[in-house]
């Protein structure tokens, strides 16, 4: 079906009626975004909120309230002018366009019914059902939000008015413009009835278990493996409804990531920020983009296709870019563990290049929390990348009465060299919780002042607040800016368990019931795999002036250095007592603003130089 065909068949959802017209007209008239409710029922209530704000990646709509066994029926639809040149007005809910498979759609968050924000157009026209959750009432409403990567030209000026492109946002057959962006919510109380939606087969049961940052914990798939064919995720009407979306590169990025299987056109599709706890194994550090990558084995294999065990035996995959984490690190366990481990560009010149890391985190347990996709350049299987929070119990340095942990802590981060998008992880009151598994036999606990140490100065941190709540676990919270900031923490946790004498072991992986999953197809080369080859092939003068230009590179990366030393006091608390949001959140200054952004624009640009530098001008792959 071609665009301008598909843009026909989307203004069938237009409704120009002389109704919703007086109603935009009236809301026109009080300037918009603020919501009008309606009584339709006994314990129904509409409300309508037109022009939502589309010049900030999140807003908040306190007004709009909800309460657990709510049934909340969502419709939204219109168009917003996204700026720029020529005709820029998209659909608000299924942009069409350049850049609309990853840019330019509406978001929604209810708490309890969408695993934070997701895309309007994987629940509209749906009815969802509000789960209970910790928290307070006082922090149970809407917030709706907009992708794009620049929001100040956003907007619903009519001086400006087009018909976009393709056609989207007029109707040939009314001669109508498609009214300015709306989302409706109708509300019915849970004693009036309730309705299910049947899940689909790359949906997670994401809201059986929270964790202490209300995301999901530890998710399954919503059927048993084996599940269908997962290409099916990159269908017109793909086979999930939690999609928020793909990240794919721009050219010449593109044409380096086209040299592997597959790899542009059909590459990482992602659904949702969750949090899994498992067992770590070393898998190594990645060509030219830099990421670190893990096996984790989570328990009963939560989250893994037939792809995670044909690769990594049931092991869920994590990936961090380390020149956006441990490269700034400063802490001592971090800094052993960077030494241990061996960078790509020496792999080719090392024996056993994963040995010396290995040994360092293999088989210790961790707490991590990511973005949960589908990595289908390796064969679709489940990753969490990138990581925003990571906390490892290190075995090496963890005794049958004391643990050892070694953290770091962001909210924002990118998927690598062949992605384009910052990723942001939106946290209630910008605070980010571990919780820290409690030692069977333990009555109490002992900690040593810790050492974190953050990136940015003006963002004026605290360290983490600390609160060990006995049988139930040690509750570790960081409070950061708004993910636009760029801002990352990192340190090292000694815990001492009392009595000693009466002291558990912390908790042994034991393996689950492996599904009968059959043959998994072949994902074919990659291109690190294929980066490698011609990195190996190169003269031994250009390898070895390439490594030391490279640990110069490394060499020179500013570590982070600014401690987290005000003062925190804090009393044992009772496991998510405290509202989420009774902590205001840290503004982020315009010096901070954007700086994840700035920082990934150059880093690619050095990656990209690397590649064609080292291996040549002719690396470049066909133009996907």
């Not at 049931?314 to 366990?333: K, M, N, Q, R, Y």
């Not at 952004?597 to 990209?608: A, C, L, N, P, Y």
Request: net charge negative; glycine share 8%.
């Amino acid at each position: 079906m071609s665009d301008n065909a598909r843009a026909l068949q989307l203004h069938s959802r237009f409704i120009f009626v002389p109704a919703l017209v007086l109603l935009f007209v009236v809301v026109n008239s009080v300037r918009a975004q603020h919501p009008i409710s309606t009584a339709v029922a006994p314990g129904v209530v509409k409300w309508i909120i037109t022009e939502p704000d589309v010049k900030h990646r999140l807003s908040r709509y306190r007004e709009i309230s909800f309460k657990p066994g709510d049934q909340v029926s969502i419709r939204a639809g219109g168009c917003v002018r996204t700026g720029g040149h020529g005709r820029t007005w998209k659909l608000y809910v299924d942009p069409l366009g350049a850049n609309a498979d990853r840019l330019y759609h509406g978001l929604i968050w209810i708490p309890g019914a969408t695993a934070g924000l997701t895309r309007l157009a994987n629940v509209n026209n749906q009815t969802v059902t509000v789960a209970s959750l910790p928290i307070s009432s006082a922090s149970q409403f809407l917030r709706l939000g907009y992708e794009d990567d620049q929001y100040d030209d956003n907007d619903y000026n009519d001086k400006k008015r087009d018909k976009g492109n393709p056609q989207q946002c007029y109707d040939d057959t009314t001669k109508q413009y498609a009214p300015h962006a709306f989302v409706e919510l109708t509300i019915t109380d849970s004693s009036v009835g309730s309705t299910q939606t049947q899940a689909r087969d790359y949906d997670f049961n994401w809201n059986k278990t929270l964790d202490s940052n209300l995301l999901p914990l530890n998710p399954t798939w919503s059927k048993p493996l084996p599940l269908s064919d997962p290409k099916c995720i990159f269908a017109a009407t793909p086979c999930s409804s939690q999609i928020t979306g793909p990240d794919i590169p721009r050219v010449p990025k593109a044409q380096i990531c086209s040299l592997g299987h597959d790899g542009v056109k059909n590459g990482h599709q992602n659904w949702f920020s969750g949090t899994y706890e498992g067992w770590l194994g070393w898998e190594g550090n990645s060509a030219f983009d830099d990421d670190y990558d893990f096996a984790f084995l989570t328990r009963n294999y939560a989250g893994a296709t037939c792809s995670n065990f044909a690769n990594f035996g049931g092991a869920l995959h994590i990936e961090f870019d380390a020149s956006e984490t441990v490269d700034h690190f400063s802490t001592p366990w971090w800094e052993e563990f960077r030494k241990a481990v061996t960078p790509w560009w020496k792999a080719p010149v090392t024996s056993n290049p994963l040995a010396a890391a290995a040994a360092k985190v293999d088989g210790s347990y961790a707490i991590v929390t990511g973005l949960v996709g589908l990595d289908c350049v390796h064969g679709c299987y489940t990753e969490l990348h990138p990581v925003y929070a990571m906390a490892i119990r290190v075995k090496e340095k963890t005794t049958a009465t004391e643990d050892f942990w070694a953290m770091f802590v962001r909210n924002w981060g990118g998927e690598g060299f062949c992605s384009r998008d910052n990723h942001y992880l939106d946290l209630y009151g910008n605070t980010y919780t571990f919780m820290l598994p409690w030692r069977n036999g333990a009555t109490s606990v002992e900690f040593d002042p810790t050492q974190f140490f953050a990136n940015n100065a003006s963002a004026q941190l605290s360290p983490p607040d600390i609160v060990p709540i006995p049988g139930v676990g040690v509750r570790v919270t960081f409070t950061l800016p708004p993910p636009e900031a760029g801002v990352r923490v990192a340190g090292e946790l000694h815990l001492k368990w009392l009595p000693a004498e009466q002291v558990k072991e912390g908790e042994a992986y034991v393996s689950g019931a492996s599904p009968s999953c059959g043959a998994t197809p072949e994902a074919g080369t990659d291109v690190e795999e294929e980066l490698m080859t011609r990195y190996g092939g190169i003269s031994t003068g250009k390898l070895q002036k390439f490594i030391l230009l490279r640990e110069i590179s490394i060499k020179n990366t500013p570590k982070d250095n600014i401690p987290l030393t005000k003062k925190v006091v804090s009393q044992p608390l009772g496991m998510m007592s405290a509202p989420i949001e009774s902590i205001a959140p840290v503004a982020a200054s315009p010096a901070q603003t954007n700086r994840a952004r700035e920082e990934r624009v150059k880093r690619d640009k050095e990656v990209e130089r690397q590649i064609r530098s080292t291996l040549g001008y002719k690396v470049l792959g066909p133009n996907p």
